[in-house]
């Protein structure tokens, strides 16, 4: 069984940082896919950044030159680096693991953390 507990959400003002971090049990975490999600209140949730087991990363437009995903596979645990936030990016961001490893798929997520910018 896989655990994912997220952290760092809060309030900040428009224009300033936070990262999330979401730290995961469980074995292989180096060998599965990541992500970072959000939904704000009334819409669907949507991806904003991944990584693949190997580091390679993609980034919702939305967010793409503001935010930076990244994976210490030592400490099994998943960031998200968010600058300039913008009162758009006002949402829980969950994580998610994710992929297939010899014929066993996962698909896990946390329970969330709340980000609210300020204007």
């Known amino acids: 069984q896989v655990q994912l507990v997220e952290s760092g959400g809060g309030l900040v003002q428009a224009g300033g940082s936070l990262r999330l971090s979401c730290a995961a049990s469980?074995?292989?975490?180096?060998?599965?896919?990541m992500g970072w999600y959000r939904q704000a209140p009334g819409k669907q949730r949507e991806l904003v950044a991944i990584?693949?087991?190997?580091?390679?990363?993609n980034t919702a437009d939305s967010v793409k030159g503001r935010f930076t995903i990244s994976k210490d596979n030592a400490k099994t645990t998943l960031y998200l680096l968010m600058n300039n936030l913008k009162p758009e990016d006002t949402a829980v961001y969950y994580c998610?693991?994710?992929?297939?490893?010899?014929?066993?798929?996962?698909?896990?997520w946390g329970q969330g953390t709340q980000v609210t910018v300020s204007s």
């Open positions: 990584i693949t087991e190997g580091g390679i990363t």
């Open positions: 998610r693991q994710f992929g297939e490893l010899a014929g066993q798929r996962r698909d896990y």
């Open positions: 469980g074995s292989f975490f180096s060998f599965y896919a």
